[in-house]
């Protein structure tokens, strides 16, 4: 299987931690230059720094992805220092979320829907002619385990990863022809920041509806996003590759998550 992906560069966004720190350590082992991107500098030139530590390549730009302007410069920037982008991982998120019934404000929709959607669409669209220019790219997208059957309590979080769906599937369709594969990664629960506010009683009730009997770790996640951008997945397009161990879907947030 070749994952090698030399000579390739590698734009991933919200790098500084989790999974995309994982993402991005991944792709510089496999060759890749990698441009980490994330809102603060502190945890961008951390994940520059260890992939540099390890031999690898990288840059740390900074950028908020919801701010097209923003996404814009970082990337002009990037092109000027390691080249054309031909690979890109839209891994920028948040995990603000709750009750439809208790929202008193559009605040947490249009949060989800700027950094998800939004910053997916601007990073994109502003690497995409480089990529159509060349004849190749390729753009992993980060949905969730919640694109299978939503998750209840949780709207304005389900409507933003729902949405990028949506979007790798309707680009994949126009971009095949181009050279470019569109592909969604969707990870079930991880052990990150993210999880690690959950409760005792909430982590046991994820684990308990899991066959793996745990979380993943973000590196299996980044094993996923490496197969989607190398070429040994030249002719997978379109396609949402869960990572979730089989997870059961849990149909309601009965518990003190929140």
């Known amino acids: 299987m070749d994952i090698d992906v030399s000579d390739r560069v590698a734009l991933v966004t919200g790098a500084g931690r989790g999974n995309g720190k994982a ?36 840059i740390a730009l900074t950028a908020d992805v919801s701010d097209k302007e923003a996404v814009e410069s970082m ?117 990150t920041r993210m999880t690690d506010g959950f409760s005792e009683k909430t982590t046991e009730q994820i684990v308990d509806l899991n066959p793996l009997d745990r979380f993943a770790q973000p590196e299996e996640i980044a094993d996923a996003v490496m197969f989607l951008a190398a070429p040994a997945s030249d002719y997978v397009n379109g396609h949402e590759l869960r990572v979730d161990g089989g997870q059961v879907p849990i149909d309601s947030w009965k518990h003190d998550n929140r």
């Open 23 to 58: 993402i991005a350590e991944e792709l510089a082992a496999n060759g890749a230059t990698v441009v980490v991107n994330d809102l603060e500098d502190g945890p961008a030139q951390s994940t520059a720094e260890s992939i540099r530590d390890a031999g690898g390549e990288a």
């Open 75 to 191: 990337v002009a920037e990037a092109v000027d220092e390691v080249g054309t982008i031909d690979v890109l991982v839209n891994n920028a998120g948040v995990g603000q979320s709750g009750p439809f019934l208790s929202r008193d404000s559009d605040e947490l929709f249009e949060l989800n829907l700027d950094t998800h959607l939004w910053g997916s669409i601007h990073c994109t669209e502003a690497v995409v002619d480089g990529m159509v220019e060349q004849g190749y790219g390729k753009i992993v997208n980060i949905t969730s385990i919640h694109t299978k059957n939503g998750v209840g309590m949780s709207p304005e979080y389900d409507v933003g990863k729902f949405s990028l769906l949506g979007l790798t599937k309707s680009l994949a369709l126009e971009l095949g022809r181009e050279g470019v594969r569109v592909n969604a990664v969707a990870p079930g629960w991880v052990d």
